[in-house]
């Protein structure tokens, strides 16, 4: 009777405790969504766009806000992280990809073939972009369309001209006074590659052109 009444309380026990987890997850899901900006994945008034168009890159076109994200960022911005989109995707078609909950990615911006740029996360939270929190939480991230599938994956010269004008724009905003890309984590310029073993993005075409874009953005910045 003991051993029937000790395995009666161990399965209440098991139950409470699985309960109480529950009860703890769900919270923090509850808290996680209720810090959500109420536009986050529904259509924007005018007046919503120029506001967010203000606080981010006067270069945006298309906005499209993910709740795939951490509101806010947890540390200042201080990087700029490259990437590509291993396709030539509109910028609605990576939108309707990064608002998928399953999904669990997004990017701060991207740019078109054509040089068009949207945004998907406000530069003051934190994209799921590089394979890495701690990368994310520092730096704007940028996903680039390819004019190339496979090969070099080659993107268009006007959607290279774009990332560096929005690189500029970016380090300005934020007080960045120079690009540096070292080829390795070190660099305030890095890639997504530098954080995953699992991916060659943004691709050797545009890897090739980091330490190029870095230095043609610190020259643009210390103009006259």
């Known amino acids: 009777m003991q051993f029937k009444k000790n395995g009666f309380f161990s399965i209440w026990l098991l139950l409470f405790g699985f309960c109480a987890a529950s009860g703890i997850v769900l919270f923090f899901c509850y808290q996680a969504r209720i810090k959500l900006p109420d536009y986050i994945g529904r259509e924007l008034t005018s007046q919503e766009r120029e506001s967010i168009i203000s606080r981010n890159s006067p270069y945006i076109q298309y906005i499209n806000l993910t709740a795939n994200a951490d509101f806010p960022r947890n540390s200042k911005i201080t990087k700029i992280t490259v990437h590509h989109m291993a396709g030539d995707l509109s910028l609605e078609a990576l939108g309707e990809s990064f608002s998928r909950a399953d999904r669990k990615a997004s990017a701060n ?3 078109d073939s054509s040089g068009q740029v949207a945004l ?3 530069e003051c939270n934190r994209a799921w972009t ?3 929190r701690d990368n994310d939480h520092q730096a704007v991230t940028v996903e680039v369309a390819n004019d190339e599938m496979g090969g070099e994956w080659h993107v268009s010269d006007a959607s290279y001209e774009m990332l560096v004008e929005l690189c500029v724009d970016i380090c300005r905003r934020n007080h ?3 690009l540096i890309y070292t080829g390795d984590e070190t660099g305030n310029l890095t ?6 073993n699992q991916t060659e993005c943004p691709g ?3 890897e090739s052109r980091m330490a ?11 103009a006259p």
């Open 109 to 111: 911006y991207a740019i």
């Open 120 to 122: 998907y996360v406000e």
């Open 130 to 132: 590089s394979s890495s």
């Open 176 to 178: 960045i006074r120079e």
């Open 191 to 196: 890639i997504h590659k530098m954080f995953s």
């Open 204 to 206: 050797p075409y545009l």
């Open 212 to 222: 190029e874009l870095a230095d043609t953005v610190t020259q643009r910045l210390n």
